[in-house]
């Protein structure tokens, strides 16, 4: 039998000749290393490669989305589950998202946080669907809508775990990301946003960003916005839709409740937003055509 834990251990010399293929991100905000697509070449010494990035930047979170097939390696590397997404890749291999705390206290539960969700998730509070106020209009956004957007994002969000506060930014992850971003205007004037990080390879996307103006909420326009992103996603063939929302925001978590997303586990302590350092939910939904 191979021994996989010896290739995990692998002296520094063969280690520094390997190139990793995997898409990663870390930022000192979130002090926090995210492998968030494996490449089944960079298997198994993609563990001591974010394990050399936590260590070099004091990171105290190690955080990975990988196909259910590799998470026993990972479970030998000190790794634990917190969430997981059936059929994650092209409805057919789980996701599983693994995690490791280099730090006893970023791995302690928000227990306020937690109870609030709980008493949400065992007495949710439907509502009917209603038409969107006739004086909004929706539709995708384009490169040319990146500048005024930029004002939208700043005005709800204090800080952010990605550069959405750069105009250059959201045109290049339009271009090059596969990211797909959706806007609600009154008049001319864009007043809430969402965005779609879509992989078409893998027929799964993450719905995040939703940013709605203070001043336009209780309008549901959060809830529009996700319809109408499920609607054109479902008809370019993506099959999982997910994401990752705050746990300190109810509302959010209510919105994708109330749309038949299905909870899949809390991210402790996970990413860095509006400040400060919060725990997220996971929830997916199937595509129905």
Not at 69 to 82: D, K, N, W
Not at 84 to 106: L, Q, S
Not at 194 to 219: I, W, Y
Request: proline share 5%; hydrophobic share 40%; with cysteine.
């Amino acid at each position: 039998m191979k021994d996989m834990s010896a290739e995990i251990q692998m002296d520094t010399k063969q280690y520094k000749k390997m190139v990793i293929k995997s898409k990663i991100s870390h930022d000192a905000g979130s002090k926090r290393v995210y492998l968030m697509e494996l490449d089944a070449a960079d298997f198994p010494h993609i563990i001591p490669h974010i394990e050399k990035l936590a260590k070099e930047n004091g990171y105290t979170k190690l955080f990975a989305k990988i196909p259910a097939m590799y998470a026993p390696v990972f479970l030998l590397a000190g790794y634990v589950m917190e969430a997981a997404i059936p059929g994650f890749y092209n409805d057919e291999e789980d996701a599983f998202f693994m995690v490791r705390y280099t730090h006893p206290d970023r791995a302690k539960p928000e227990s306020e946080a937690l109870e609030v969700f709980q008493q949400m998730m065992v007495k949710p509070e439907r509502y009917a669907s209603s038409r969107m106020d006739e004086c909004y209009t929706l539709r995708p956004l384009i490169e040319e809508d990146a500048e005024r957007m930029v004002p939208v994002f700043k005005e709800v969000f204090e800080t952010y775990p990605f550069p959405i506060f750069d105009a250059s930014y959201l045109v290049h992850a339009m271009r090059n990301d596969e990211t797909r971003f959706f806007g609600v205007f009154q008049g001319e004037a864009l007043v809430a946003i969402s965005s779609a990080e879509c992989n078409g390879k893998l027929q799964n996307a993450e719905m995040t960003d939703f940013a709605v103006l203070p001043s336009h909420r209780g309008k549901r326009l959060a809830v529009h916005l996700l319809t109408f992103m499920e609607k054109q996603l479902t008809l370019d063939g993506f099959k999982t839709f997910y994401t990752i929302a705050r746990l300190h925001s109810p509302a959010m978590n209510k919105t994708f409740q109330n749309l038949e997303y299905r909870y899949a586990g809390t991210l402790t302590n996970n990413t860095q937003i509006s400040g400060k350092i919060e725990s997220m939910n996971v929830w997916y939904k199937k595509a129905v055509k």
